[in-house]
């Protein structure tokens, strides 16, 4: 209970997940962060007896990575002293950590460089045998993944942008990020692959194919059963699940029959059971939990209804971007709306993750039932379409992504949904960078800007907290060539005294310990320097989420929507 532990320990404990050991899953660290933060205090906790272990594992306030070995034995990446933390404060060194040794003691099995993202322990029990090894992330986008056999971590043979998925029966499972060429053999971008563990390490590449996608097509998840890998796919930004068994020839597929027009996520899977579950959500629909035992689907609990969805329609359009790409992008409103109506517009559109249909109770009362108009754009830099969607948004290719924006906005317009007056964006992290950029390149579009613990000083960016971790999606503005692209996006040096702005609502938090409250702080400072209408709010606690207890967000969405009212209904509440 964190709202108990909280109070008897005078700390405002937010849940951030626990590592078990499996199969039995009695052994946790509990991963315990104050006030919302990256980082996290870690505790051993005992499932059986519900109580945290005396004497027991645990570990200092720090962005901290565990895997189990045994049931005294856990695999660590923390921050062990001075030199131990990367440039982007992750860990740069795993060890091995035994029960009743001091945790400086650990044992070191592997140190990446300080340049590196980070270096992460990985510990997968299957009822095949338990693999444990390491994750060293060189870039955002890098990676190599080191497996210990015969004691001795190797190196994996994958191309660098690979992202291994699991291992499934003793094959290791990975998507390719780009074509790669191998034996005389082509496997497309996107792909999934599978190959046996221990002869892929001894380095024979008797590989197999278990999935290719299309170019209208992407994987967005992977889950694994005992008999089936599973990969949720997305089509046309609409969500598909199948399932994958391997034989001796390749991989069969069979489709699972799952709700349409909306967005699946796995749940719980396990490597002991077939049985798994899924949650199916929508604009519309509250999320569902189901539970999928050999081909039955089954929906077990929904969570309620928040709003009245009912004369609500979701529409799927697209707009033209400036060099012709074609953006697609939901629109939620009333049926039979023939005159334009405020309506606000979210995207986010970076670090291949894309932006799906899914309920929000809140957005639903507090803007939908009272006549509003939501849209939500899948634009590039996002993983709609695959690894090629976002990296046709990369460094000096990140213009497209706003242009992308840009033409969403223009493109609502046109139709007659909206009008400049009436049209608010929203965006958080990359999506706060992004409604920053379109809010300075494009102020004639928008009447209202959500800007929340945004990116904005692109100069600096990657000397504050994580953010060197993200030079591969933006650049380095350290190096002229690409602080000379980064420059013209930069929405701190791009915000000028004799141009007009709709008043921006910037919020953050005082403990974001990702992207550094700095941003929007110096972005204010600015604004107000110049003599810019700004609204500001830091919230104390909430971490990169800017809120952390249900009274903390209620706040925030009153604010931001009380402000939304004012700037596009022209009013505090609408009629």
Known sequence: DLDALGQAEGENWVWKGASCLYPDQVHCMVHLSRGGADATVDREFDTSAMAFVEGGFETPEAKTDIGWIDENTLMIGSDFGEGTRTESGYARTVREWRRGEPLESAATLFEGAPTDVGVFPFVVHTPEGRYDGVVRAVTFFTTEYWIRWDGELVKAGLPDDAQVVGIFRERLVWQLKSDWEVDGTAYPQGAVLSAEVGSFLDGEHNLMVVYEPDARSAVVGVGLTRERLLINQLREVQSQLYGYTPTEEGWTEERIEVPELGTIYLGSTSDWDDQFFFYYTGFLTPTTLYLVDGMRVEALRSEPAFFDASGLVVEQMAAES?????????????????????????????????VL?????????????????????????????????????????????????????????????TTPDMLGIEGGSNGGLLVGVAFTQRPDLYHAVVCAVPLLDMKRYDKLLAGASWVGEYGDPDIPEEWAYIRQYSPYHNVFEDREYPTVFFNTSTRDDRVHPGHARKMVARMEEQGHPVLYWENTEGGHGAAVTNEQRAYREALVYAYLYRQLFGEDTPG
């Open 322 to 354: 400036r060099d012709g790409t074609r953006v697609p992008y939901y629109v939620v409103r009333r049926s039979g709306l023939d005159e334009p109506r405020p309506t606000l517009l979210s995207a986010y559109g970076g670090f291949e993750i894309p």
């Open 357 to 417: 249909p899914g309920y929000d109770g809140v957005m639903g009362a507090a803007w939908l039932e009272r006549g509003g108009v939501y849209v939500l754009a899948n634009l590039r830099g996002g993983g709609e379409f695959g690894p090629a969607w976002h990296q046709a948004g990369l460094k000096e290719n990140r213009q497209r992504i706003y242009d992308d924006f840009a033409a969403v906005a223009e493109d609502l317009i046109a139709r007659g949904i």
